[in-house]
């Protein structure tokens, strides 16, 4: 702890020099650690924010802490230069993880941040709800890292959701945006799903004709349970006319890699939710997408009491998920192919927890331009 108190008053006092130039009121800044470039729902709002206001100037800083030394060296770098720098000359923040500078640091009071969460809804406990247990932070770290301190604005996809984010946060409901993330409008979009479709068979040509099945198991902090995959890549085997295509989550993707199976890393879960005909998946929040288009859902919850004791979850997972849950990939392929799946139940969790609307991007790009007041 005390390297990180050293590490932290070091930049403070750089963040104190940058702050001695002059904030641009018309610079966004986008921060993400969800990877090394921008995801969808960055990329969408950018456009949408540059549309309406020309004069808007947009900057991306999109660094990831996983990976060896060097990566990390790199990270550390990059935060003590362009993201610090960024900060503090910035008038708005939009971030969709835990940004280390927006909550350690002391910000000017024109800088208003933005959170929009990278999940679609809240499913699974995180942030503030699992300090202590075995999937969250240890108290003393998140004490520490003043987690998810200092946003004034965050992005909910209903009233619902705000609940669970609040508690994830630990925010009022003052301080709620109730809106669906940018990607919504891509679900809806049957052009974006041809464009996923055509990109995926050209790269895959012999899985034409073939009835693909989605398995997006969740991230875990505990040893990922490979064997189960394997379970069901073989299940799925017994039957002709049905690919299972394994998707981890994106910095998961490691323990699968000896995976013998269509393991697929090229495409992100969320174009493969546009090309395959069933979702398999476990906790993970791409249930709100896969609801969204209704898509037929099914839950391989082999570990739910283990996983219950570990981090545990907003919704009753028996009552609220929109199908019923499985624990072997027998059961699973047998759902499959009787088709056992409730479109209604679907349908319903849907407008449960997402705000629809014509246009969920250009609602967020107003909301953020009502902030720059330009």
């Avoid at 790199?74 to 935060?79: A, D, H, T």
């Avoid at 202590?132 to 301190?149: D, F, I, P, Q, T």
């Avoid at 034409?208 to 085997?237: F, N």
């Amino acid at each position: 702890m005390i390297a990180l108190s050293v590490g932290k008053a070091a930049l403070r006092g750089i963040y104190w020099l940058y702050k001695r130039v002059p904030v641009d009121k018309t610079k966004v800044l986008f921060m993400s650690r969800q990877g090394d470039s921008a995801g969808t729902d960055f990329l969408l709002l950018k456009e949408e924010i540059e549309k309406l206001n020309p004069q808007v100037k947009v900057r991306m800083i999109c660094k990831t802490l996983d990976g060896g030394l060097l990566k990390k060296l790199g990270y550390v770098i990059n935060l003590a230069g362009p993201q610090l720098y960024e900060l503090a000359t910035s008038k708005v923040a939009i971030l969709d993880s835990y940004s280390i500078p927006v909550s350690i640091l002391n910000h000017r009071k024109e800088l208003k941040v933005v959170q929009i969460w990278h999940a679609m809804g809240a499913l699974k406990k995180f942030g503030k709800s699992i300090v202590g247990k075995v999937e969250g932070r240890s108290e003393k770290l998140a004490e520490a890292m003043e987690m998810h301190r200092n946003y004034d604005y965050i992005l909910a996809s209903s009233k619902e959701s705000a609940k669970y984010f609040g508690e994830a946060f630990g925010y009022g409901e003052e301080k709620f945006i109730i809106g669906a993330l940018p990607r919504t409008d891509l679900l809806l979009k049957e052009s974006y799903s041809q464009e996923c479709k055509d990109k995926f068979y050209e790269k895959y040509p012999e899985l034409k004709g073939q009835k693909l099945i989605l398995y997006a198991p969740t991230i875990r902090r505990t040893q990922e349970d490979i064997s189960k995959t394997e379970e069901l890549i073989q299940e799925v085997k017994k039957f002709d006319g049905y690919t299972l295509v394994v998707s981890p989550h994106p910095v998961k993707r490691k323990p699968y890699m000896g995976v013998k199976d269509i393991l697929v890393t090229d495409f992100s879960t969320f174009e493969l939710l546009n090309v395959c005909h069933y979702l398999v998946t476990d906790y993970s929040a791409i249930v709100y997408e896969a609801a969204v288009k209704e898509l037929p859902i099914f839950l391989y919850a082999y570990d739910i009491e283990e996983y219950l004791a570990n981090r545990g979850f907003y919704l009753d997972y028996e009552k609220d998920m929109p199908a019923d849950y499985r624990k072997d990939a027998a059961g699973i392929m047998k759902m499959i192919v009787s088709e056992d799946w409730n479109k209604e139940r679907v349908r319903a969790f849907a407008d449960r927890y997402i705000t629809k609307s014509k246009d969920s991007t250009k609602d967020l790009a107003r909301e953020i331009l009502k902030l720059l007041n330009i």
